[in-house]
């Protein structure tokens, strides 16, 4: 992976975490990442401008927490109206309060399958412990 594009939202910040600490261990690596929190009234554009370059290989990571089983509305509006792509692969991930993980990162990857990301593989399950 030479790029990879980290996408959240965190109201509470546990989510802004988890991406920062996503965003610091692929830096590590030599990735170039690109960030966008969608709680800011930063302008998104130039980040899909980006993304819409990503070539194969290359993956944005989408994070959320978990509001009544589901991602939050924020996180579902941009995957949305994103452009359909071709190549780039995708990590949802969530935080949760223990109660579950509930259908969140179904309904993101169902979106971004939409669009044309494709699953990274292999398939894998974290759990991260601060
Ligand atoms: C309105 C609301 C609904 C929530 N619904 C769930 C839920 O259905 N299941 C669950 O496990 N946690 C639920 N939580 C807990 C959050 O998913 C959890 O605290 C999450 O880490 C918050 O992320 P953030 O710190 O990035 O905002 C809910 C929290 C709020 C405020």
Redesign the pocket.
């Known amino acids: 992976m030479k790029t990879a594009f980290v996408v959240?939202?965190?109201?509470?910040?546990?989510?802004?975490?988890?991406a920062e600490v996503i965003a610091a261990s692929l830096k590590e690596n030599s990735v170039t990442v690109h960030t966008l929190d969608l709680g800011t009234a930063d302008d998104p554009a130039p980040f899909v401008d980006r993304l819409k370059t990503a070539g194969e290989g290359d993956c944005l990571f989408v994070?959320?927490?978990?509001?009544?089983?589901?991602a939050?509305p924020p996180v579902m509006a941009f995957l949305n109206q994103l452009p359909s792509v071709a190549g780039p692969t995708f990590v949802p991930f969530?935080?949760?309060?223990?109660?579950?993980?509930?259908l969140a990162l179904w309904q993101m990857g169902q979106a971004l399958e939409g669009k044309g990301f494709r699953w990274r593989e292999p398939p894998r399950c974290w759990e991260y412990t601060p």
Do not use: K, L
């Open positions: 959240y939202c965190s109201p509470a910040g546990s989510t802004r975490h988890v994070g959320s927490p978990v509001y009544r089983d589901v939050v969530v935080t949760w309060g223990g109660a579950t993980s509930g």
